[in-house]
């Protein structure tokens, strides 16, 4: 048990764009891109932000998974729906979303973060506030 508190120690910033579409929840079947690991004494992030990059050409969703310790299960922790638009400069913004759970994201020492979307499109996802402790 730890007898003093301690903050994020390297300040950090992750980001990864998933391009290959994976219909499947279950964190092992299909492409996932690893989006983070864990540094050896944990790590924390306030939340996690996601944009996509081109025209979303059809209903989309963007999923958020974690494998704890590097090892075992990957498991699904947040998905978001990314309704299909067609950008255009000055008129239609690009699609984005957010989520801050409220404990923020408490890593293990190793732990992997991986992205995966649910159709072919250019999606970028990124962890937010934080770092390794």
């Known amino acids: 048990m730890a007898t003093s508190p301690i903050f994020v120690g390297t300040a950090k910033s992750p980001a990864a764009r998933a391009t290959v579409a994976n219909t499947n929840r279950d964190g092992a079947t299909g492409t996932y891109v690893t989006l ?3 540094g050896a004494s ?4 306030k939340g996690f ?13 963007i999923r958020l998974f974690v494998q704890d310790a590097g090892a075992g299960n990957v498991e699904l922790i947040y998905e978001a729906i990314v ?3 067609t950008f255009a400069v000055g008129v239609t913004p690009a699609v984005r ?8 994201l408490v890593l293990t020492a190793g732990s992997v ?4 979307i649910h159709a072919t499109d250019t999606i970028s996802g ?7 402790y």
């Not at 979303?97 to 923020?104: A, C, K, M, N, S």
Request: glycine residues 16%; negative net charge; proline residues 5%.
């Open 36 to 38: 983070f690991t864990a």
């Open 42 to 45: 944990g790590s924390f992030f």
């Open 49 to 61: 932000e996601w944009q996509s990059e081109e025209d979303v050409t059809a209903a989309n969703a």
């Open 83 to 85: 309704a299909a638009t």
């Open 97 to 104: 979303g957010e989520w801050y759970p409220p404990g923020g």
């Open 113 to 116: 973060v991986k992205i995966s």
């Open 126 to 132: 990124r962890l937010t506030g934080g770092g390794d």
